[in-house]
């Protein structure tokens, strides 16, 4: 195995560090364990004022609500993978594609990847192969972001790795529960192999390395597979290239991964969590105020002490000043609603989410289509870019799955992966573009049946050979051209 010795490196781990906070983030996790108490608090103080809470409930929501927005656009409808029928002309590569899609319940699994791909910046899948009935199935798994570390070392700045690690740190309990013994299990996958070994853990990072007889059961039997004398066991995959795929968000040379869509924003939620805490503070303060009273209107005990809290009833003479508590009149707490209210508008725009995702939208009426398009522009050309990545991520995906299944797979094969930001469609417009493409010979008549009805396959062929039937049908019921001569041009002659 090509693991360096100190393992974990530093750089790992801060990076794992910083990535569980994106995490937590994204779970409403805030920094101050006093933020949740302290939110339902204030959201029973304001209760008679909606505006207010509209603002608090938007605090409390704001990481997962522009992560939601991303996931939705992303993949609100099924992705649509097909491939060239002129490369796959019986049909055998798409059904197996079909096969391992709803096998492995992959929609659910992209959608469920496109969350930390946003607020951690990368997600990652691995592949192996599970027999069943003497044949090869790909099985597809998502490796949480923490278990994984590409081999970045003596690599180039921009370079892609050929080694990566996926580790996992198990516990060997005792009858009670206690922790006996703790391990670093790792999974090595290069092309064409994958190792895995057994470490004991010291703090934080791989010691020496023992057998997996020490945890009987760890590691299942693998096809193709053979044990060293340090008992690393190595499985021969057969595979060209690592049976891993990384998918990254929006990153530059210089980023080894993708970088999170929470990280410009970083500093602005830390302030609205401590500008809320700071809020409710001030109001706990004062939920059990003082009473303003004349001097010797409250009972005093044996040592002239005023007992404050005997006070139930009060009797006053007419003309005596009325008792008042003293209230919390702090102008500034309306103020802090104005600042957090515009650190949320800062928020969505640096993350480029459209702020009625955010904060509650009135506009009124029904939006069309393309006003929506022109208002998202911003949003729909980074989840444009997410698609990119996830466009090359699934056919490196299908393409490893398809391997492990013994399905040769041409290297010019072309994959049609369609996504669909599901907006409200206009028919009268969809229906008018389509038509005005076709007639300027800027797309055939399939392509613009197969947008404008969203059909493909069996359906789209059946609905062409309709529409033609129909034009022919019409093509009949047309008057013939009357050929008789015109008598005036007749005269003329």
Request: aromatic share 8%; proline share 6%.
């Amino acid at each position: 195995m090509q693991i360096p010795k100190k393992f974990p490196s530093t750089v790992d781990l801060l990076r794992i560090e910083t990535e569980r906070e994106y995490h937590n983030l994204y779970n409403c996790d805030f920094l101050n364990p006093f933020f949740k108490r302290t939110w339902f608090l204030l959201q029973e103080f304001f209760q008679n004022d909606e505006e207010k809470k509209k603002v608090l409930a938007v605090t409390m929501d704001i990481t997962p609500a522009i992560v939601r927005a991303g996931t939705v656009f992303l993949f609100g409808k099924p992705v649509k993978i097909q491939v060239d029928d002129n490369s796959d002309s019986d049909g055998k590569i798409q059904k197996a594609i079909d096969a391992i899609v709803k096998r492995n319940n992959l929609q659910q699994k992209l959608i469920d990847s496109s969350k930390p791909f946003q607020y951690t910046g990368h997600t990652q899948f691995k592949l192996r192969a599970d027999v069943v009935n003497n044949k090869k199935l790909a099985v597809i798994e998502e490796i949480p972001f923490d278990n994984w570390f590409p081999n970045f070392t003596n690599l180039p700045e921009g370079a892609t790795p050929t080694v990566y690690h996926i580790v996992s740190y198990i516990s060997e309990l005792e009858a009670d529960d206690m922790v006996r013994n703790r391990y670093i299990y790792i999974e090595e996958h290069t092309a064409g192999q994958i190792s895995y070994a057994l470490f004991n853990y010291v703090d934080g990072r791989i010691g020496g390395q023992v057998p997996f007889s020490t945890m009987p059961g760890l590691l299942p039997k693998r096809p193709d597979q053979a044990t060293d004398a340090l008992g690393t066991v190595t499985e021969k995959t057969g595979l060209t290239a690592p049976d891993v795929v990384q998918i990254d968000g929006e990153r530059t040379v210089k980023d080894r991964l993708g970088q999170s869509l929470l990280k410009p924003i970083r500093p602005l939620l830390d302030e609205i969590n401590t500008r809320v805490t700071q809020m409710s503070l001030q109001i706990f303060n004062t939920l059990d105020p003082i009473l303003q009273a004349p001097k010797g209107s409250l009972p005093i005990d044996q040592n002239g002490n005023t007992q404050r809290k005997k006070r139930d009833v009060f009797l006053v003479e007419n003309g005596d000043p009325d008792l008042k508590y003293v209230t919390n009149d702090n102008p500034m707490l309306e103020e802090t609603f104005k600042y957090i209210e515009l650190l949320i508008e800062k928020s969505a725009k640096l993350t480029h989410t459209p702020q009625s995702f955010l904060m509650p939208d009135d506009k009124g009426g029904i939006e069309s289509a393309e006003s929506l398009r022109t208002r998202f522009m911003l949003f729909l050309k980074q989840i444009e870019g997410y698609r990119l990545s996830y466009t090359d991520g699934i056919e490196k995906i299908l393409r490893l799955a398809l391997q492990i299944e013994g399905i040769t797979v041409p290297d010019d094969l072309e994959f049609k992966i369609t996504f669909d930001f599901g907006l409200p469609q206009d028919p009268e417009i969809e229906g008018k573009v389509w038509g005005q493409a076709v007639m300027d010979g800027i797309a055939s008549v399939e392509t613009a049946v197969s947008q404008f009805q969203s059909l493909e396959g069996d359906l789209l062929q059946e609905e062409l050979k309709r529409i033609k039937a129909d034009q022919a049908l019409t093509q009949q019921m047309q008057p013939k051209p009357d050929n008789t001569p015109d008598p005036l041009e007749l005269t003329a002659a």
